[in-house]
């Protein structure tokens, strides 16, 4: 099946710091979408992407859909210790129904 | 006021029992969706329901059976339960069937002794 490569796997940062981690996929999407998890609750959704080439801000994060429909960036500026967690992309391909296909996540973690 | 709620939280369970998930959306969205949580954190597609109607249904032991009352519950049955099936489930909905962005319940945490 499809598979969403995010990198890197894991982050050790600074307080204050900017953070940037991707998503790349094999295949074409025409969504993307970017989650946050904290330990024990579930996904909560990020920033949605729908068209190629698409920039959109929610705060301190900034998400890319790649030209290509085959990746999409995810930056967080001056990093807090409450955005530790794991980022997940998520992709939607078409023709796929609603069905999506997640990364393997970023665990981000953040020194004071 | 809970989105997305699952019961139970927490599932302790024998190999071989037969268990029941809950889920419930107050969205209003008539699309829900099962997924599975591994140990590595890696997030799969199980099932997804439109308006009661089963849509996707990835390659799932026939022991997991989804079952969708009405729009707003999905409930997931697992027969002769199996120590890999020791996971975080998650329930989410979305309006719409495609492209639309999905929302997702605090999951249920099965642990199979």
């Known amino acids: 099946g499809q598979q969403l490569n995010q990198s890197p796997q894991s982050m050790f940062i600074q307080e204050g710091e900017d953070v940037s981690m991707n998503c790349t996929s094999s295949?074409?999407?025409?969504?993307w979408l970017w989650y946050k998890q904290d330990p024990g609750e579930g996904p909560v959704l990020l920033i949605a992407l729908y068209k190629a080439g698409e920039l959109t801000s929610n705060g301190r994060l900034t998400a890319q859909f790649g030209i290509t429909r085959k990746d999409s960036f995810l930056n967080i500026s001056a990093s807090i210790p409450s955005d530790v967690g794991i980022y997940f992309c998520?992709?939607?391909?078409?023709?796929?129904?609603?069905?999506?296909?997640f990364g393997t996540g970023t665990q981000l973690k953040v020194e004071l | 006021d809970t989105a997305v709620s699952q019961t139970p939280k927490y599932l302790v369970t024998q190999m071989g029992n037969d268990k029941s998930i809950k889920c419930e959306q107050n969205?209003?969205?008539?699309?829900m969706y099962w997924y599975k949580q591994d140990s590595k954190k890696f997030l799969k597609i199980m099932f997804s329901y439109n308006n009661k109607e089963l849509i996707i249904n990835e390659t799932v032991p026939n022991r997991f059976s989804p079952k969708s009352p009405d729009k707003a519950h999905l409930n997931l049955h697992i027969n002769s339960l199996e120590l890999g099936d020791s996971a975080v489930y998650f329930c989410a909905s979305s309006q719409g069937a495609s492209g639309k962005t999905q929302y997702f319940g605090p999951g249920t945490r099965l642990l199979v002794l």
């Open positions: 295949s074409i999407f025409n969504t």
């Open positions: 998520a992709g939607q391909s078409p023709g796929g129904g609603n069905k999506l296909t």
């Open positions: 969205l209003g969205h008539d699309t």
